[in-house]
């Protein structure tokens, strides 16, 4: 038996994206306020990211982390 798992299904919760892509919780929760990276929500507090989200927080931290972009820069940004 074998499991696929679509690009967009939410399984991921915040503590699991945390470890895996090495972003601080506060930052997941500030990138979900902003609008940038938007989870799905269960409940009214746990968030599930999918894969799609993942790669997108990816790519975002790095524009952060390595391009020194801040928040607004990276809504700019992602808006092109």
């Known amino acids: ?8 299904e939410p399984v991921y919760i915040i ?24 989870p799905r929500r269960m409940g009214k507090k746990s968030r599930l990211y999918s894969l799609r989200d993942i790669k997108r927080l990816e790519y975002v931290y790095y524009l952060m982390q390595e391009k020194h972009v801040n928040i607004h820069g990276v809504k700019f940004i992602l808006k092109k």
């Open 15 to 38: 503590g699991v994206v945390c470890k895996l892509l090495d972003i601080p919780i506060w930052t997941l929760r500030q990138l979900d306020k902003a609008g940038i990276v938007r």
């Open 1 to 8: 038996m074998s499991l696929k798992i679509s690009a967009s």
